[in-house]
T-cell receptor, first 114, second 113 residues
């Protein structure tokens, strides 16, 4: 059973471009979480999605960031008009459900904005 | 607001020595607590978790952690460290009715032969 998959693993964008980060959850998992890890910091929650629904986006910046988890296909974290401060590692996690279910993390996408 | 504090940014131990990584949390109700390990360039792997019951929990790779409500702590321990344990360790807390994890800033463990 494949784990959580994220692609690309490394992404370089110039300021002003768009970044699209993909996350395929573990088989059977319908809950996806996105976290951001800035250099020398811990992970910060961004958004929690279930299929076709955003459940909690309290950690998402108000502008330029959006996330989706369509009925078919991976979850996408989209960053428009990237700035240098968006450079970070973005981790996706998935779980079977809420509450006591463990979140399994992907290897992350390292975004560098030049 | 919930928070997690890991007071030690960097710890260095000799291989074979014992290890204790500190974690303090701030949360009003009974917390769900986790320890994750992150190897360089990798994602996070769950070492152990505490939800309820026995306050001493056993995890993978020979790690254990003890929940102490009176001290708001959930320290991670290992009796004998191996060189392969060198990594970054994160403590996290989750509320019962939410699913987001709140992480500490991490402790980087270095192991000398």
């Amino acid at each position: 059973n494949a784990g959580v998959m994220q692609n690309p693993r490394h992404l370089v964008r110039r300021r002003g471009q768009e970044a699209r980060l993909r996350c395929s959850p573990m088989k059977g998992h319908s809950h996806v979480y996105w976290y951001r890890q800035l250099p020398e910091e811990g992970l910060k929650f961004m958004v929690y999605l279930q299929k076709e629904n955003i459940i909690d986006e309290s950690g998402m910046p108000k502008e330029r960031f959006s996330a989706e988890f369509p009925k078919e296909g991976p979850s996408i974290l989209r960053i428009q008009q990237v700035v240098r401060g968006d450079s970070a590692a973005y981790f996706c996690a998935s779980s079977l459900g809420t509450g006591l279910n463990e979140q399994y993390f992907g290897p992350g996408t390292r975004l560098t904005v030049t | 607001a919930q928070s997690v504090t890991q007071p030690d940014i960097h710890i260095t131990v000799s291989e074979g020595a014992s290890l204790e990584l500190r974690c303090n949390y701030s949360y009003g109700a009974t917390p769900y607590l986790f320890w994750y390990v992150q190897s360089p360039g990798q994602g996070l792997q769950l070492l152990l978790k505490y939800f309820s019951g026995d306050t001493l929990v056993q995890g993978i790779k020979g790690f254990e952690a003890e929940f102490k409500r009176s001290q708001s702590s959930f320290n991670l321990r290992k009796p004998s460290v191996h060189w392969s344990d060198a990594a970054e360790y994160f403590c996290a807390v989750a509320a019962y009715n939410t699913d987001k994890l709140i992480f500490g800033t991490g402790t980087r463990l270095q192991v000398f032969p």
